[in-house]
């Protein structure tokens, strides 16, 4: 996606005396995406179980698109092949202005398998490139061989980079070594208020390597805190004192760091509206603290993923 075609949109921000959800219309604020020279929506859209959603989630792509979070994240995977079709629908008359990504399954990560599995995703998607492709998760083929694979598409202009997804620390050093250094995009991981392990180890290694952090199910998929939860509590007083919405300040505080991006998913215009209302909203340093202090940051033994 060029920057400079990138169509200029407007959406929910500030407002006087604090944050409006949605009445004042701003930019999408945009962030470059590691070192691939490309900047990207800080909020996009996910796509995951879209197939459940029929015509609203064509018209919540179209809508996306049309605010600026042109960041669609899809995968092979999801629906058997059904969402990609559903973002082709979405997206075949404004190709130009979106990010798009999708993901090969490692069962398909060979060498061949890789080629045609994002052959398949291009005839899907109704498109001749992707902006990013994304090794899932990772099983047993060496990643030589598919990196190999990756390499060959780039070469063909079937995908402009790649990168990978559900990767640690030990995966990310052995990719960059395979790959060289500067090759991979970003690293797509599990990221929300009450799974923020990647705040140890993943999100400063991509910020050193040079690599973006996609935040998947940014909202804990259907997790998210109760509002008579203590945590649930705690979002809805900053949210009330800024004019803003317990699922804005959410998303508002993965969106702190300089090298993260979310893309949480809906079909519904409304919710899409308040997700991407989230990208203008700064939080300040003592609403970080208390954000903090209510979800801390967990180790865990291995990196987790849905
Ligand atoms: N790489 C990976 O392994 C991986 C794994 C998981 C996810 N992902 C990607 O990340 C995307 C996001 O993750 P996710 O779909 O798992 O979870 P999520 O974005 O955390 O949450 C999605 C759920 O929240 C609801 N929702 C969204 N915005 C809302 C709002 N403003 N108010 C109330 N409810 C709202 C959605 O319902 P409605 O649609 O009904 O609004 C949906 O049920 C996926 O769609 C997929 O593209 C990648």
Redo the contacts with the bound molecule.
């Keep these: 996606m060029s920057t400079k075609k990138a169509k200029k949109s407007f959406f929910g921000g500030f407002a006087p005396g604090g944050f409006s959800c949605y009445p004042m219309r701003m930019e999408m604020p945009r962030r470059p995406f590691g070192s691939t020279g490309v900047e990207v929506p800080i909020v996009g859209i996910?796509?995951?179980m879209m197939e459940r959603?029929g015509d609203k989630a064509v018209e919540t792509l179209r809508r996306a698109v049309d605010e600026g979070a042109t960041h669609i994240?899809?995968a092979e995977m999801y629906g058997s092949g059904e969402v990609e079709r559903i973002v082709g629908k979405a997206i075949h008359d404004a190709r130009d202005r979106v990010f798009l990504v999708s993901?090969v399954m490692p069962s398909n990560a060979t060498y061949d398998g890789t080629i045609r599995a994002c052959e398949r995703s291009l005839k899907n998607l109704g498109t001749d490139r992707l902006d990013l492709y994304l090794l899932?998760?990772r099983e047993s083929t060496p990643l030589a061989e598919s990196f190999r694979a990756f390499d060959k598409l780039v070469a063909d202009g079937k995908i402009l980079r790649f990168g990978v997804?559900?990767f640690d620390i030990g995966d990310m050093e052995e990719a960059e070594r395979v790959a060289g250094k500067g090759r991979i995009a970003c690293n797509?991981v599990l990221y929300?208020l009450q799974e923020r392990m990647i705040e140890f180890d993943i999100i400063p290694w991509c910020e050193r390597h040079g690599m973006a952090v996609v935040a998947?199910?940014?909202?804990?998929?259907?997790d998210f805190p109760s509002p008579h939860s203590p945590g649930g509590w705690r979002l809805r007083e900053i949210a009330e004192s800024r004019k803003a919405t317990p699922?804005q300040v959410a998303l508002a505080f993965l969106l702190r760091q300089k090298n993260i991006f979310a893309?949480?998913?809906?079909?519904?215009v409304d919710?899409l509206l308040?997700?991407i209302g989230a990208a203008n909203l700064r939080l300040n340093d003592e609403e970080i603290r208390a954000i903090d202090a209510t979800f801390p940051a967990l180790r865990r033994d291995s990196l987790p993923?849905?």
Excluded: A, C, F, V
């Design positions: 996910g796509t995951w959603d994240d899809t993901k899932h998760w997804s559900n797509q929300h998947y199910s940014p909202y804990g998929q259907g699922r893309i949480p998913k809906t079909s519904n919710r308040e997700n993923m849905l």
